[in-house]
Nanobody, 126 residues
Framework: QVQLVESGGGLVQAGGSLRLSCAAS????????MAWFRQAPGKEREAVAG??????YYADSVKGRFTISRDNAKNTVYLQMNSLKPEDTAVYYC?????????????????????WGQGTQVTVSS
């Protein structure tokens, strides 16, 4: 069983920054594929960024603005969000894939993740 707990959401003005954190339980966290997703009201869930042992991956909508990183010693994955826009407003979820494998880099955005956090609200005002 893996538990994921997100934090760091809040209200920010357009152009501002936030950093989300996702703390995970599990002894083999370093092997997990980790990702951030978001869901805005009335919209489908959208993949934002992913990270595995070999690299980081981003949706086109956030490239150059968001940075995903992980600290394996702290079992934590982060999402640094800069130059925020009102359209970034959503509930942000982190997700864990316990067996990412070699294909993670090519399909991180549409995999069946094993565990999900409860979500944290990000609201960007114009």
């Amino acid at each position: 069983q893996v538990q994921l707990v997100e934090s760091g959401g809040g209200l920010v003005q357009a152009g501002g920054s936030l950093r989300l954190s996702c703390a995970a339980s599990g002894r083999t966290f370093s092997r997990f594929g980790m990702a951030w997703f978001r869901q805005a009201p009335g919209k489908e869930r959208e993949a934002v960024a992913g990270v595995d042992w070999s690299g980081t991956y981003y949706a086109d909508s956030v490239k150059g603005r968001f940075t995903i990183s992980r600290d394996n010693a702290k079992n934590t994955v982060y999402l640094q969000m800069n130059s925020l826009k009102p359209e970034d407003t959503a509930v942000y979820y982190c997700a864990a894939d316990l067996s990412p494998g070699l294909t993670y880099r090519s399909n991180w955005y549409r995999r069946e993740y094993d565990y999900w956090g409860q979500g944290t609200q990000v609201t960007v005002s114009s």
